[in-house]
């Protein structure tokens, strides 16, 4: 068990409709990173936040967005989906800066758009 | 991003030393070198983490050469459990992510 608890841990919905993930980080860990994960592209960085601030984007679509909150846990909103959004979706979290130091990942919430 | 190289694929037999090597002849002086690994159906998992020295962990070890243009992860004894792929990532002061590439699947055969 990471400590980095995400939720849900299936989702299916159809296309056009709007969901939120939540990750909650390990206890301490300020920063949270989100990762999409598809068959044809691998671990893909989306976004990362350090203690409520967005600090780098990835390869992140206008139709999502994503946010920490004062207790540092942190929701990715994902809009308008598309059938080629169906993916693990992964969130970590570290310390800080992930220069020096190890991040923990979730287990991961897989979404399915029908 | 500094871009590192990992053959695709591996085999191993259980319980002996493996021996997964990344290139990154473009490092620079400040990056620090990670591992992770990813078994099926699961997260990403920390292994290791370096800059210039040898380090040791419970996981594994890391041995970076001399020129830092080159590391090895080794795993002193596979176990089937150890069957993932594994990732050389270099990250930066500047840089706040973990570019993952396509790392290597090993195999760990019983």
């Known amino acids: 068990d990471s400590g980095v608890t995400q939720t849900p841990k299936h989702l299916i919905t159809a296309t056009g409709q709007r969901v939120t993930l939540r990750c909650s980080p390990r206890s301490g860990d300020l920063s949270v990173y989100w990762y999409q994960q598809s068959l044809d592209q691998g671990l893909q960085f989306l976004i990362q936040y350090y203690n409520g601030e967005e600090r780098a984007k990835g390869n992140i679509l206008e139709r999502f967005s994503a946010q920490q909150f004062p207790d540092l846990h942190s929701e990715l909103n994902l809009s308008s989906l598309e059938l080629g959004d169906s993916a693990l979706y992964f969130c970590a979290s570290s310390v800080g800066p992930i220069m020096n130091t190890e991040a923990f990942f979730g287990q991961g919430t897989r979404l399915t758009v029908v | 991003d500094a871009k590192t190289t990992q053959p695709n694929s591996m085999e191993s037999n259980e319980e002996e030393p493996v021996h997964l090597p990344c290139n990154h002849s473009?490092?620079?002086?400040?990056?620090?070198i990670h591992w992770y690994r990813q078994l099926p159906s699961q997260g990403p998992e920390y292994v290791i983490h370096?800059?210039?020295s040898n380090v040791n962990n419970r996981m594994a070890s890391l041995a970076i050469a001399e020129d830092r243009k080159s590391s090895t992860l080794i795993l002193h004894r596979a176990t089937l459990r150890d069957a993932a792929v594994y990732y050389c990532i270099l990250t930066w002061g500047s840089n706040y992510k973990l570019t993952f590439g396509k790392g290597t699947l090993l195999t760990v055969n019983p």
């Open positions: 473009t490092i620079s002086g400040t990056d620090y």
């Open positions: 370096g800059l210039t």
